[in-house]
């Protein structure tokens, strides 16, 4: 009863329609259908694949050079919503990259938002930032920003955010919090603490200061390299990024207890949302980093062509497990073929 009421609390003044995409996506999901009738009810834009931080376990931070760099320009944006913002519950406008880095951030928040689309961005916040440029953001709309901050203390925060300040996210953040209650903004501000074997130490300390800014804290698992996940086993990963996996297995994103080839392939994102990425090319998931495993791009063919083309559905014949003989091979048969740990 508590779960369908917390449902009805967040569905409340969301457009019907809205909530029925969801619904039709999930409902042709559980049928097994590869043509669909619905587009997403969830979408991810990447605002820009640039970033001010050098973070190991992120293609961006190691200058993976296997996807073009760029900024996403409104225009582009507003070629996206205009086609597809009718019909979503939830626009998450980052990526692989930091948002504050696109010039043109504010003004895509307040056209998606001018559409009553919830927006969520996700940022380092370790940039010089000025109050009237922080202002905008909580003036424009968002909906939530997450602060992605794996330390309580200057000492460790470097370990893994190379090149940031922790003093200067603390500062932003301090602002951002304290000028929320003066503007009566609706941003609710998010700092996440991805729990690694450098920083288990401070997720208590991390909890208690987040009380003291006035923002919520949320402790999440890390991930192991993020370029590299789709293409490999657990066990391959833990070979490699082992070291940073935390002592506490609570916080551990591997199940040591089972093996993961024994779990049952499961994901139904390809009936529910799409990622498009700042130079228009459509991707299954957020997981996936290059343009070179596109499904279109947007900029060439409109968004319902791509939805239903050749890529997308047989990568959800192949999800289904319905491929054929001489079906088109797309990034999705490699993640079920390794049983992505995100999966």
Known sequence: MFALENLNARLQ???????YNLLMGQLEHKMGLSRLHNLPAKLS????????LRCPLCPTGQHDPSAKK?????????KVIDELGGGLLLLRLYDWGEPLLNPELVP???YASARAIPIKISTNLSLKLDEAQMRALLSSGLRKMYVSCNAS???TYPTYHVGGDFHLVMENLRFLAEEKKKLAAPTELVWL??????NE????KAKEMARGLGVRLEIKKMRPDMGKEIFETAEEAIRRDGHWLPKNPEYNIFNTGKRRHNKAFSCDLLWTETVINWDGAVLPCCSVYSERYSFGNILERPFKEIWNGEMYVAARKEVLSKEENGT???????????GFLHG
Do not use: D, Y
């Open 13 to 19: 003044g969301i457009a019907p329609r809205r909530v």
């Open 45 to 52: 834009v990447e605002s820009g694949n640039i970033c001010n």
């Open 70 to 78: 760029g900024l996403l320009p409104l225009q582009t944006f507003k």
């Open 108 to 110: 895509m928040i307040e």
């Open 153 to 155: 203390s200057p000492e």
């Open 193 to 198: 603490f991805h729990v690694f074997s450098h």
């Open 201 to 204: 130490h401070e997720t208590e």
């Open 328 to 338: 088109t091979w797309t990034i999705c048969r490699m993640c079920k073929k390794t």
